[in-house]
């Protein structure tokens, strides 16, 4: 059947233009007064938070104390465990502290790590806090700082926010003006959080202002609903702003405030469109949901009373190799593995404040490629670090790894594994039906990292490309944050408050006509 194209009469086109510009113009100034004050109001919040991460508190040192492990004398793991009545544990590894290389055993997820000494297999009672201290004071650079107040952290707040997504944490107060504090979460030594007075001044205006965490869990519905219809508002300004500038063609520009606001509408609408967009996505994919903690430990692994005894042979195990870390891990039938990770170069590491932050955020490996040993008889575990990924991957999703779509090593924070994430190096296992995720999974002690579903990933790339402008990271933490200030402070400015201006003038005007 043939169809047959009807095009407008010449003369019935210029109608359809002038019908669209009316449309155009009309809704640009009824969403004028709700997308503006939008405007104003995340704009301005929205600075803070460059601000917090350009000037904020940040630690001193970004690797973890290097100390080479002691083993010289060391009873036997296993028995060590065996006689503190220790007979399953979710992790167990060999960790630095301020005397020497300890045992850590962790039991359960939500308790205090418990510490043994390696020479007579004796237990430091309470050592989990002084263990945070040191971290605290390495990652400060402040090594004698006397410390005000250390507190055991077991949920998220408003003075530490789901953000830093590890819990429990210690968080560790030094004495000095201004009341630095980090948080350290000791099952990696990893710094959760850094924070002072004036960046958690600074934080909690953020969350008022900008995510409006100040109305009761009771009014969440009305929080969303009323933060969706003004950045939709302000989205859909930019909509029609975008139309008329299409629609509406000046041979020359306007006088005064709106010549202005048209050559900064040409320049702005794209970054406005992006950043409600995103946000209004973010919005409503997050609005309704509680803060979930994903990081998830493997359940308790079975520990023989007896086993390989690794300082005996550590000199001939690790001839040649520099080890830095030690673990117990199981594999998925039981058999228990000893874990060597090998020390990566840290040569040329950050030195400097910027390349310190900008570290934090491109993440740095503590620890490099590992090798396994047999905990029963010392031979070597061939199927190595992506074998034993791909078992955690079937213990945590239940599903056969023939839904394993690819497995990659991740050493670096990214869009879909970012740093709020605070662990590398982990695997990424891409999962067909029926899990449609990907998991990461750090094979150190068999921990799940960090889940994302598959209808997720659109949202996770718009906030992070569209509404964080992550696409600038190569260009450095703070030409990341100074591109993107420049930006909202010139669409405040030339956008925001002519236009306001231009609004206000216009019902001015109309009231003054009747």
């Known amino acids: 059947m043939a169809t047959r194209t009807i095009d407008l009469p010449a003369s019935a086109r210029p109608k359809a233009r002038g019908k669209w510009r009316r449309l155009a113009i009309r809704w640009h100034q009824l969403l004028a007064l709700a997308g503006g004050l939008a405007l104003l109001l995340w704009g301005l919040s929205g600075l803070l938070h460059p601000l917090m991460s350009s000037f904020g508190p940040q630690q001193a040192v970004v690797f ?74 390495h990652y400060a650079g402040v090594p004698d700082a006397p410390v005000r107040a250390v507190a055991w952290v077991t949920s998220f707040s408003a003075d530490y926010p789901a953000v830093n997504r590890l819990l429990p944490v210690w ?14 979460y000791t099952e990696t030594g990893a710094v959760a959080a850094v924070d002072n007075r004036w960046k958690s001044g600074v934080q909690r205006w953020f969350q008022w202002v900008h995510t409006w965490s100040f109305l009761p869990r009771e009014a969440e519905w009305a929080r969303i609903l009323l933060m969706a219809a003004l950045v939709g508002s302000l989205f859909a300004l930019a909509v029609t702003g975008v139309a008329m500038l299409l629609l509406i063609r000046r041979s020359a520009r306007a006088p005064g405030a709106r010549g202005w606001h ?44 007896r086993g390989l005894d690794l300082a005996r042979d550590w000199d ?68 190595g670090d992506r074998e034993l990924a791909l ?44 899990v449609n995720a990907s998991i990461f999974v750090d094979t150190a002690t068999g921990v799940l990292a960090d889940r994302t579903l598959d209808h997720e990933k659109p949202e996770r790339w718009s906030f992070s490309m569209l509404h964080k402008w992550n696409f600038l990271f190569p260009l450095g933490r703070a030409a990341q944050n100074l591109v993107v200030s420049a930006v909202v402070i010139l669409s405040l400015a030339l956008m925001a408050v002519l236009g306001l201006q231009m609004d206000l003038a216009r019902r001015l005007r109309r009231a003054a006509s009747r």
């Open 316 to 383: 001939s195990l690790r001839r040649g190799l520099a080890v830095n870390a030690v673990s117990l891990v199981a594999t998925a039938d039981g058999q228990l593995l000893y874990r060597l990770g090998l020390a990566p170069d840290r040569r040329g590491g950050p030195a400097s404040p910027a390349a310190i932050r900008n570290a934090r955020f491109a993440g740095t490996t503590p620890t490099g490629p590992a090798l396994y040993l047999d905990a029963a008889s010392g031979a070597p575990w061939a199927p």
């Open 171 to 184: 968080r560790v107060t030094f004495d000095r003006p201004d009341g630095l504090a980090l948080s350290i």
């Open 262 to 305: 048209r050559i900064a509408g040409t320049a702005l609408a794209l970054p406005i469109l992006a950043f409600s967009a995103s946000g209004l996505y973010h919005l409503l994919a997050h609005g309704w949901s509680k803060p979930e903690r994903t990081l998830t430990l493997s359940p308790p692994v079975r520990i023989p009373a």
């Open 64 to 137: 973890p104390p290097d100390r080479p492990l002691q083993l010289a004398g060391a009873r036997p793991l296993t028995e060590i465990l065996a006689a503190a009545g220790i007979r399953e544990a979710a992790a167990v590894k060999l960790v630095a502290s301020e005397g020497g290389t300890l045992l850590q055993v962790t039991e359960t997820q939500d308790a205090p790590r418990r510490y043994f000494r390696l020479s007579d297999g004796r237990e430091l009672p309470g050592h989990d806090r002084a263990q945070a201290i040191w971290l605290a004071r």
């Open 391 to 434: 078992q955690l991957g079937e213990r945590f999703t239940g599903v056969d790894r023939a839904k394993v779509r690819q497995a990659v090593l991740v050493t670096r924070f990214g869009p879909d594994y970012d740093f709020r994430n605070k662990r590398l190096p982990v695997w990424r296992l891409d999962y067909g039906a029926p």
